[in-house]
């Protein structure tokens, strides 16, 4: 295989090749031709990718202008190969049509996406069952299915789940956070003696979530910390281990990586995109717990600036921001702005 370049083979749900589609990689903006009648493409990557990185990738078009949906990697990442052996080293990617009812027959796929989706955010931006029905309904809106259809395929597979990663995902779904927590160190002890780093990966990472939902905050912090040691610069999983690291009272430790992670998706996304914004509120929130509230204030008041912007003013993440300051100012003796923003985010939610 060429330096440089990514072999993908792209298929359906049911394994058939899918000719004519044109994949890229996010942030390198590198566009391979269109797939041939075997679902094999090459995409050229940029000059300081090596194997063992990982690239995101994208549906850029088809050729008869179907819709198509990336379905595995459910996190639409993939491994860069070694570069030596076209036959051995490739990636596959799995993708479906809207409304296809082929993915329910992968549960655990749509459990992931679930899962991740419905991460902590930062300290204080804890997730709510209502906000774990929206990431079940976004997911449904994105594939076309009910969200009944979704929640009832992941419930039913954990019924028949034997891997421990499979017990442990569908747990995690669940909100069964032990048994999530057991199944998935337990995945993590089997999947370390001999799987690929993906899978490694993945158990690391569901395990630091589940963890840290369960409030295990420096058991938490190894698990994530795991993970970043196999994808590094991964600013979710970065955001995750100083979140946790911050929970855990470790405020030196957890500063340098909320700063990488508000450093990478301001380069990335831009310094207006909703994720910057929660970045600067899980620094704003470390700064504030470690008595630093000039800089804690100056953080908050630019993400909400952000999410006013981008979100709208009565959307529930600024209702977030505002209890968060309202707690700041609470700590500095400043009451009156504290209950406005608290009347402010008490509104917000009431209207939702």
Known sequence: MPEGILVVHVASPQGQPIPGVQLSTKGEDSTGSPTDVAGKTRIKLAPQTRPGNWVSLQVVGTLDGKNLIILSPWDARAQVPP?????ENYVTVVLCKPADRAPLEYPELFAAKINAASAAKSGTERITERERRSALIQLSREYRLEPEEIDQAI????????????KGLAALYARDLTEASQQLSKSLG????GESQPKVLEAAFFLGQSLCEEGRYRESADAFRKAATLREDDPVILNALGLSLG???RYAEAEPHCKRTLEIREQALGPEHPDVATSLNSLAELY???GKYMEAELL????????????GPEHPDVAIICQNMAALYRQTGKEDEAKRLEARAKKIRSNQ
């Open 83 to 87: 570069f030596e052996n076209e036959e």
């Open 155 to 166: 419930h039913a597979w954990r019924k028949e789940a034997k891997a421990p990663f499979e």
């Open 190 to 193: 089997e999947r370390e003696l």
């Open 247 to 249: 929970q855990a009272g």
């Open 288 to 290: 504030r717990e470690q």
């Open 300 to 311: 908050h008041k630019r993400s909400l600036e952000i999410r006013e912007k981008v979100l």
